[in-house]
């Protein structure tokens, strides 16, 4: 009984696995950074909120379509090609978790939130929403949004959120819609070969090209419009730097991979600078 309960858990766990580090943990120390009020009740409810609205979505996105045919390739070791559940069941699981989800933003206080995000699962799965990397870029900037918005407000126990918290998450979401394109490089390959169109793949000279570019100019927004700890800053802008010059240069999976581990602590430091973004330094350069 134990085992099955445990072999349960570890293939949940593997549904998500690949996106604890991309979404789960920036997104819960982005919440955490924006929140005004902290307690330990409050952050476990972050952290296992956003992890059961990412299980839906993993659930239902590595379930539709030729998703498994796709996993086979590209990624073998999730839990349907490494046949730890069939697709009919991991479908039912799928069901299952909607109306649980709904019921945890319910309580969680984060109903609108919870409710957008199955609405674009649907959009981004059903809807073709993955078909483009237009269209791509423009949903994974909105999960982001959604979740980094419904995680802050259940940290900080509130229904709406103030001008600075909405100001952070709508500079996360710009950031992620033009640098996101990081994750498809490691993926090319297989990505050919089931004819997807991705960004990579569309432009594969200019993608490689606007990578040191789009991650440099945004650690220099982020150091001249943001009071975050200037070694954080500086640490960022080099970082970008380096990141942005590796998917340049080095373009073999392996390294695409080792790239995209360093994009992903460049987004979390750009995180943290923006939650200190100051919003009247940004007026001021408007006007």
Known sequence: M???????????????????????????????????HHSVSRFLLVVFWIWMHLLYFTVTNQTFGTSPEEDAVNKPNRPIPAKRISVDSA?????????????????????????AICVLTSIYCSGGGHSHWLSKNGCCAGFYALFEYGAT????????????QLGAIIGSALIIFTTIHAQDFRDDEGDALLGRRTFTLSFPVFSRISMPFLLTAWSITLYLFSEANQFVLLALMALGAVTGVRFLTLKSAKD??????????????AHVGLSSLDLDKVAAWYQ
């Open 2 to 36: 134990l085992t099955t309960i445990r072999d349960f858990l570890v293939t949940l766990q593997l549904f998500n696995q690949s996106d604890m580090k991309t979404i789960v943990l920036p997104v819960t120390v982005f919440s955490q950074a924006l929140a005004s």
């Open 91 to 115: 479908i039912i699981l799928g069901w299952v978790l909607a109306p649980v989800d709904l019921a945890l933003s319910l309580y969680a206080g984060a109903v609108p939130s919870g409710v």
């Open 153 to 164: 407000q259940i940290a900080d126990s509130s229904e709406k959120l103030n001008q600075n």
């Open 256 to 269: 695409d991979r080792l790239s995209y581990l360093y994009y992903n602590i460049w987004l979390s430091m």
